[in-house]
């Protein structure tokens, strides 16, 4: 198993609270990922990152943030979580970021926000 | 992202059975992976393909690269309780190395 741990595995929060969830990795990958997973959708990208302090968007980046201060961490911040932001939040490792591309997932937490 | 059509949703297989599901996309992928996710947990890579036509095993999984680059194919053969699960195709085009996935086909087997 990749060393991929998520904290908290399970959340619930009110509306308009901040929630931060936090990937951590003991693989010394360069490339993290946020991902969100909804009935229907499969999953979908928030933010990634490519290194120490260099982020980026995803495809549902709007109301996240993150933030990568060491090689091993990756938080994601909801600033003011809502509701449509429940959901199940998976995070992911890679080491190529580029072509032939593998990432292996962290084992999620699960966010409630009523 | 890039969506991909992945099919069916779900089905239903009897013990012993072999089942197939198949993504399909209207770009060109350099990269398709098969995960399998079971509930509560985070998807676990079953199976990397990186060249058109490529047929690749892992145990009684068997996933192949199709040769249009647009489609990619997983068999599960001889089917066993343990199969049941969620599993995700997940495809890499060549000017975005970001991962776009499938919906999931959800598999329940009947013992």
């Known amino acids: 198993d990749a060393g991929i741990t998520q904290s908290p595995r399970h959340k619930v929060t009110e509306t308009g609270t901040p929630v931060t969830l936090r990937c951590h990795q003991t693989?010394?990958?360069?490339?993290m990922y946020w991902y969100r997973q909804d009935p229907g959708h499969g999953l979908r990208l928030i933010h990634y990152s490519y290194g120490v302090k260099d982020t980026d968007k995803g495809e549902v980046s709007d109301g996240y943030s993150v933030s990568r201060s060491k090689t091993e961490d990756f938080l994601l911040t909801l600033e003011s979580a809502t509701s449509s932001q429940t959901s199940v939040y998976f995070c992911?490792?890679?080491?190529?970021?580029?072509?032939?591309?593998?990432?292996?997932f962290g084992p999620g937490t699960r966010l409630l926000v009523l | 992202g890039q969506q991909l059509n992945q099919s069916p949703q779900s089905m239903f297989i009897q013990e012993g059975e072999d089942v197939s599901m198949n993504c399909t996309s209207s770009?060109?992928?350099?990269?398709w992976l098969w995960y399998k996710q079971d509930p509560g947990e985070g998807p676990v890579l079953l199976i990397a393909?990186?060249?058109?036509?490529e047929l690749t095993s892992n145990g009684r999984l068997t996933a192949q690269f199709g040769i249009t680059r647009k489609d990619s194919f997983l068999n599960i053969s001889a089917s066993i309780p343990s199969d049941v699960g969620i599993y995700f195709c997940?495809?890499?085009?060549?000017?975005?190395?970001?991962?776009?996935f499938g919906a999931g086909t959800t598999v329940t087997v009947r013992a």
């Open positions: 693989e010394n990958h360069r490339y």
């Open positions: 992911a490792i890679s080491e190529i970021g580029g072509p032939q591309e593998t990432q292996y």
């Open positions: 997940a495809g890499q085009g060549s000017n975005d190395y970001k991962l776009s």
């Open positions: 770009n060109i992928f350099n990269t």
């Open positions: 393909l990186y060249k058109a036509g």
